[in-house]
């Protein structure tokens, strides 16, 4: 799992905090790139999507509660979060105690999960 530390000057309820992706949401961006190359044929707009992924993940270091709560499927009602960027949701939870927010997943928002 990969770590990524920040200060928080901003008085959230988080102020020290570290963002974990595990090993499936590598796994998940790069399908998507792939998956966005193949359609566009165009390195920059799978570039592009990739990047604007990797900064909303970024932006739950500020803000880790912006998303909603997760109230259908796999991550229903278990304490997940969800924030879409696109036609993608990114799965993820704030662990408040630990200072902690993991991102699990990011699918593509019409399949089912």
Same mark, same amino acid.
């Given at each position: 799992?990969?770590? =990524? ?12 905090? /570290?963002?974990?992706?595990?090993? *499936? /949401?590598? =796994? ?18 799978? #570039? ?14 500020? *803000?880790?509660? =912006?998303?909603?709560? =997760? ?12 924030? /879409?960027?696109?036609?993608? #949701?990114? #799965? ?12 699990? /997943? ?8």
């Amino acid at each position: 799992m990969h770590v =990524r530390h920040w200060e928080n000057s901003g008085g959230n309820i988080l102020d020290k905090c /570290t963002v974990k992706m595990f090993p *499936q /949401t590598y =796994r998940d961006i790069d399908k998507i790139y792939e998956q966005a190359l193949l359609v566009s044929n165009y390195a920059d707009n799978a #570039i592009a999507l990739a990047e604007k992924l990797e900064k909303a993940i970024l932006s739950l270091e500020e *803000q880790p509660y =912006r998303g909603a709560e =997760r109230k259908y499927g796999f991550y229903a009602f278990k304490g997940y979060r969800q924030l /879409t960027v696109e036609n993608y #949701i990114i #799965i993820y939870e704030v662990f408040e105690n630990e200072k902690v927010v993991a991102v699990v /997943t990011v699918k593509y928002g019409k399949s089912e999960f």
